[in-house]
């Protein structure tokens, strides 16, 4: 991966809002700091990945608030939740946008749009 930084525009970096996930935070900020060092202009984009549907969840909104303390890191704002679409997807050997969970096929447009937009 860090030989990859070196060299890409952007680094998108899926990540979960448990504590394991995202106690690898500060590592993935120190590897981000070294290839810039290579790659001044390298983007750094998070996403919150398999965040829980169950509406009473709190781990999106403290993980968010968690990676506002690294400033090396957009967070996107589009989100992917835990979705069987993913998996189903996987699978059979699709993409998420030919699966009929519109839910998901949302939530990967979003992000696409946003990585573009960028």
Do not use: C
């Amino acid at each position: 991966m860090r030989t990859a930084m070196t060299t890409a525009d952007m680094l998108l970096a899926p990540i979960e809002p448990t504590q394991p996930a995202l106690d690898v935070t500060e590592q993935l900020t120190k590897v981000i700091e070294e290839a810039r060092d290579l790659n001044p202009e390298l983007k750094v984009l998070a996403v919150l990945n398999r965040v829980p549907t169950n509406t009473f969840s709190k781990a999106a909104d403290q993980a968010k608030q968690y990676l506002a303390e690294f400033p090396e890191i957009r967070l996107a704002s589009a989100r992917l939740h835990e979705r069987n679409a993913y998996k189903e997807a996987l699978a059979e050997g699709l993409g998420v946008v030919e699966m009929r969970d519109s839910k998901a096929k949302n939530e990967i447009q979003r992000l696409a749009e946003e990585i573009l937009a960028w």
